[in-house]
């Protein structure tokens, strides 16, 4: 360890429990991922809350020592704990963890960094509040601030989070703390209110970037509807462009009763639904799902189900819905050992009531057990942490607009590309709005293999620099592809180098994340 580094380090345990410290060589977890890259970590701190954040931003500045802030670090296929380059000091804020504020007739949380799905699901059972929590498919113990400020999206009735988000309070490079122009000493709280505050909205620049240290966010939850209708819908190969513009159809016409819709790969359901059995309903395979959810109460939910059921005849071949009643009877038949089914229907059940309760709120880790571990074997009975459980997993998930012109050569160029270097076509295509597409693509590969290693790495930057070549731009990147995506000579790329500049003029946070070295 340097000088400089061990100077910090003394200054810093004068205001924080050495317990709460990691030194270089203890800190070689946050090295792992499951990208299979490394950059090596200078240290890890645990602040308890901003106070603490803001000395020792304070400190960092004075040594020159780089921060690389985390919510928990779980994020799954796109870097985890790890920062952008070698040699940060990582600010972890699991140990963040107040649910700070939650006005129940609005359904508005205030939160810290360190809040997972699974506390906010169990806070809201806890205080019998009818709200749905965000959930993602990244598992319980994800952080519902991270998954905000990466722009995530989800299942459930707000699908795009960081739409959800009314305000956020952040410590800058500097030690002052950031917040909106609402954000004052009364009592009215109207930050918590009003989203887009007054004069230039500047909240939005903590997303996706390296502008500060978020530390508290405000979130508006939805309430629970009556009735949730999980509908399904298998589409053949050459109904896929009739089913776009089918589903583009019920996304105008249903707008604001129906949660995130779905295209589905058959091989994706393989791997994400029953990766044992290879089978979905049936033996015969359909090359396309289609998933939604409808909300309202028990009459409005129902005669939209009617009508969205007119509309996907059209374009598929058979359709499947789950209502809270049917859900809640299936539980019965599942419990008391009434359903005359074989373990691998069974199974394939138990895995829809699970993808129902997810659009309701209810965090499951089934989803990500069946995805991310189809070749590490997933440990039993604990948190999964594909990060430390050894899987190897790069996501990419470009943007497509929601014209089948576009999806058709998207998805042609990904299947060849995939198809070089030996990985499975997994691709599900999720409806943003009636206007674009967001294409997620698992490449799952073995670590401890390092031929397959270095395919996936090639075959991530082919389909980076292929798709970004024809405009397909990924919505959110990992450390695996940070260097890929800013274009020097783009007038973002220099405005948003400006801004940093500007807000953090000796690059001491998170540097290279949204931005260049």
């Known amino acids: 360890m340097n000088e400089t580094l061990e100077s910090f380090y003394q200054q810093i345990?004068?205001?924080?429990?050495?317990?709460?410290?990691?030194?270089?060589?203890?800190?070689?977890?946050?090295?792992?991922?499951?990208?299979?890259?490394?950059?090596?970590?200078?240290?890890?701190?645990?602040?308890?809350?901003?106070?603490?954040?803001?000395?020792?931003?304070?400190?960092?500045?004075?040594?020159?020592?780089?921060?690389?802030?985390?919510?928990?670090?779980?994020?799954?296929?796109?870097?985890?704990?790890?920062?952008?380059?070698?040699?940060?000091?990582?600010?972890?804020?699991?140990?963040?963890?107040?649910?700070?504020?939650?006005?129940?007739?609005?359904?508005?949380?205030?939160?810290?960094?360190?809040?997972?799905?699974?506390?906010?699901?169990?806070?809201?059972?806890?205080?019998?509040?009818?709200?749905?929590?965000?959930?993602?498919?990244?598992?319980?113990?994800?952080?519902?601030?991270?998954?905000?400020?990466?722009?995530?999206?989800?299942?459930?009735?707000?699908?795009?989070?960081?739409?959800?988000?009314?305000?956020?309070?952040?410590?800058?490079?500097?030690?002052?703390?950031?917040?909106?122009?609402?954000?004052?000493?009364?009592?009215?709280?109207?930050?918590?209110?009003?989203?887009?505050?007054?004069?230039?909205?500047?909240?939005?620049?903590?997303?996706?970037?390296?502008?500060?240290?978020?530390?508290e966010m405000s979130v508006r939850l939805m309430k629970k509807k009556e009735e949730s209708i999980l509908f399904m819908a298998k589409v053949p190969e050459n109904n896929f462009d009739k089913a776009i513009a089918t589903v583009l159809d019920i996304s105008v016409n249903y707008n604001g009763s129906i949660g995130n819709i779905i295209f589905i790969s058959n091989e994706r359901i393989k791997i994400a639904l029953d990766s044992k059995s290879n089978k979905y309903f049936s033996r015969k395979e359909t090359p396309w799902l289609i998933i939604g959810t409808i909300y309202g109460d028990r009459g409005c939910a129902k005669a939209i189900y009617k009508g969205i059921r007119k509309k996907l005849k059209a374009c598929s071949t058979q359709q499947l819905s789950f209502s809270k009643r049917k859900v809640q009877l299936l539980r019965f038949l599942l419990k008391h050992s009434f359903l005359n089914f074989s373990k691998e229907v069974c199974l394939q059940v138990e895995h829809l009531i699970k993808l129902y309760d997810l659009g309701r709120g209810k965090p499951t880790q089934s989803f990500l057990k069946n995805s991310a571990y189809t070749i590490t074997k997933a440990p039993q009975e604990k948190n999964l942490n594909p990060d430390e459980d050894g899987v190897g997993l790069l996501w990419y998930a470009p943007l497509v607009p929601a014209k089948p012109e576009y999806v058709r050569e998207f998805r042609e160029m990904c299947k060849n590309i995939l198809a070089k270097y030996n990985f499975k076509y997994a691709v599900s295509f999720s409806l943003f709005s009636h206007l674009c597409f967001d294409a997620t693509l698992p490449i799952?590969?073995?670590?401890?293999?390092?031929?397959?290693?270095?395919?996936?790495?090639?075959?991530?930057?082919?389909?980076?620099?292929?798709?970004?070549?024809?405009?397909?731009?990924?919505?959110?990147?990992?450390?695996?592809?940070?260097?890929?995506?800013?274009?020097?000579?783009?007038?973002?790329?220099?405005?948003?180098?400006?801004?940093?500049?500007?807000?953090?003029?000796?690059?001491m946070i998170s540097p290279g994340r949204y931005d260049w070295i």
């Open 13 to 215: 345990e004068k205001i924080i429990d050495p317990g709460r410290i990691k030194r270089h060589i203890e800190a070689d977890s946050y090295n792992i991922n499951t990208t299979g890259l490394r950059n090596d970590v200078a240290g890890v701190i645990y602040p308890k809350d901003e106070h603490e954040i803001v000395q020792i931003v304070q400190h960092a500045k004075t040594y020159g020592v780089k921060l690389y802030p985390i919510s928990k670090g779980n994020n799954w296929g796109y870097g985890g704990k790890t920062p952008n380059i070698p040699r940060c000091v990582v600010i972890d804020m699991s140990r963040m963890s107040k649910i700070l504020d939650f006005d129940r007739d609005v359904g508005v949380v205030t939160l810290q960094p360190g809040v997972t799905h699974a506390h906010l699901y169990d806070y809201l059972q806890d205080n019998k509040l009818e709200y749905i929590v965000p959930t993602i498919g990244a598992g319980p113990q994800a952080s519902i601030l991270g998954n905000a400020l990466e722009r995530g999206f989800g299942q459930a009735p707000i699908m795009d989070h960081f739409s959800a988000v009314i305000s956020l309070k952040a410590v800058l490079s500097d030690g002052s703390i950031y917040t909106s122009a609402l954000h004052t000493p009364n009592t009215t709280k109207l930050h918590r209110y009003f989203k887009w505050g007054v004069g230039p909205y500047i909240d939005g620049l903590f997303t996706q970037s390296n502008f500060g240290i978020v530390v």
């Open 444 to 507: 799952i590969f073995d670590k401890m293999d390092p031929e397959m290693t270095q395919n996936a790495y090639k075959c991530y930057e082919e389909l980076f620099l292929t798709s970004k070549e024809r405009g397909f731009i990924p919505y959110r990147v990992g450390i695996q592809g940070m260097r890929f995506l800013v274009d020097k000579e783009h007038t973002f790329w220099k405005i948003n180098k400006k801004i940093k500049q500007a807000l953090d003029p000796d690059n």
